[in-house]
């Protein structure tokens, strides 16, 4: 279920993601496909949503590049590639040379998808 996200300042929504993101990462830990599905959904909602505050408040995200758990870090670092392209990689970057599973196989594809110009950030 997709949270109301009317009237909620850029700091809500950075916690409300990186609350996503952990419930994203104990629903592939428990192989949970429909809900991360849905919670894919919510977490596409979010950036949308930031995206759409005065200013695209994407970068609010920026600080959740060193949060502990990876999945959250993986998802602000592809959710700001348009906003902050050189960070956002190093992040990318850092997870795939520090080989936390599975999420530095999806950081991995994503640095390749970049490079070979089959992903464009917006």
């Given at each position: 279920m997709i949270?109301?996200?009317e009237n909620m300042s850029a700091r809500s929504f950075v916690?409300?993601?990186?609350?996503?993101a952990l419930a994203q990462d104990r629903a592939l830990l428990d192989g949970d496909t429909e809900k991360f599905n849905s919670l894919y959904d919510e977490?596409?909602?979010?950036?949308?949503?930031?995206?759409?505050?005065?200013?695209d408040q994407r970068s609010a995200l920026l600080q959740l590049y060193k949060h502990p758990n990876a999945q959250v870090r993986?998802?602000?670092?592809?959710?700001?590639?348009?906003?902050?392209?050189?960070?956002?990689?190093?992040?990318?970057e850092a997870i795939v040379a520090q080989r936390?599973?599975?999420?530095s196989a999806d950081a991995r594809g994503m640095l390749r998808a970049l490079d070979e110009g089959s992903f464009v950030p917006s």
């Open positions: 949270t109301r996200l916690e409300k993601f990186a609350t996503i977490m596409d909602a979010v950036s949308f949503a930031l995206k759409n505050l005065a200013g993986l998802k602000a670092a592809i959710s700001t590639l348009a906003v902050a392209p050189g960070p956002a990689r190093e992040v990318l936390e599973y599975p999420q």
